[in-house]
């Protein structure tokens, strides 16, 4: 039997830390990391596009 592999969620954080981002129930301020919301919304995906919010590596 093969074992389940567990998928890993991705963890987004702000470029600038000294900068904050509000949109709906999902908030990013400071050092916070947070994984996206299920259906995260064109406006979200811009600032990700633009690179004001990155990929935690």
Known sequence: ???AKKEEKKLYRLKNPKT??????FTL???????????PS???????????IVEVK
């Open 42 to 52: 064109r406006q979200l995906l811009d600032r990700i596009e633009a690179g004001f």
């Open 1 to 3: 039997m093969a074992a």
């Open 20 to 25: 904050q981002y509000a949109e709906g129930s």
């Open 29 to 39: 301020a400071g050092e916070q990391e947070k994984e996206l919301p299920e259906n």
